[in-house]
Each structure stands twice: as structure tokens, then as C-alpha cells.
């Protein structure tokens, strides 16, 4: 017989396998993974939020940066505009500081990997020195910073 009836009977059949074919597998392992995924995708998110904060300082234009080496600092004249901060960083073993010669800045002894920032708000020629290495006038291990307006 090739009734209505019997097409239906038939139809609702196959959808009844199906969906215990699937249905029965499906609780077990695919919810187990779906909550995995979800708490690792959240986490790097959420701890990734804050460090790039930090980067994004060092990298974009109103940053600048001198490297101690050598015992020097590099480069040994700086020019930027009203507003850059400025990071100095060490990088050798030996300690230094960075020390306005008026005053104005200053850092604590900086070792290896240490770093220091101003920000120059004030247009003028800033002189700088290591209080180990340097002294004021551009005695010995020495800098400048010229902030434009
Ligand atoms: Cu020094």
C-alpha cells in the first residue's frame, strides 16, 4: 500500500531513529567540551586585556626612550615635543641614575633592566647625568633632553 497514512507512519519513523541516533551520544561529550572551550577562550581574553595597555605606551607616539649602555646614555641628546615621556632604560649590569642637574627629575639607583619615565610638560633644555658616573654641566656620564613647544 502506498497510502498517505502509511508515508507518514514511515516518515515519523525515520525522524525517531534519527533523533535517537544523535540524541543519544550528544549530551555526553559535546557539553563537556563546550564548557572547556568556553573558560579557556575567556581566560587569555581577560588576562590579555591588561598587558597590552602597557605596550601600547612604550610603542605609540607620544613615547620616547634612551639606553643606558656603556656607561653613556643613547642617544645623548633627545629632542621631542611638549608632552612625551620619556623611558630611560639599563641595560648592563653596572648601576646607574638619571638625575636633572636643577633638580627637576630624578631616579632611583637603576639596575640591570630597570627603567625610569618623565613625562616633559614644559618646553626648555633639560640636563641630565648619572650620580655614580656623571656629574652636572655635562661632566662625564651625561645627557639631554630638548622639549620643543
Ligand atoms: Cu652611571
Known sequence: MNSPMFKRIAFATVLLLLLSACGS?????PAATATTHVEHTAAPA??????????EEETNGDGATVAIANFSFGPETLTIKTGTTVTWRNNEDAPHTV??????FGSSTLGQGDSFSFTFDTPG??????????GAG???????????D
Not at 551520544?25 to 561529550?29: L, Q
Not at 638625575?99 to 627637576?104: C, K, L
Not at 633644555?125 to 656623571?134: I, L, P, S
Request: charged residues 20%; negative net charge; proline residues 10%.
Open 99 to 104: 638625575t636633572a642637574d636643577d633638580g627637576s
Open 25 to 29: 551520544p550528544a549530551p555526553e561529550a
Open 46 to 55: 581577560a588576562t590579555e586585556a591588561p598587558t597590552d595597555e602597557p605596550a
Open 125 to 134: 633644555t633639560y640636563d641630565y647625568h648619572c650620580q655614580f658616573h656623571g
Open 138 to 148: 655635562h661632566s662625564g656620564m651625561s645627557g639631554t633632553i630638548v622639549v620643543e
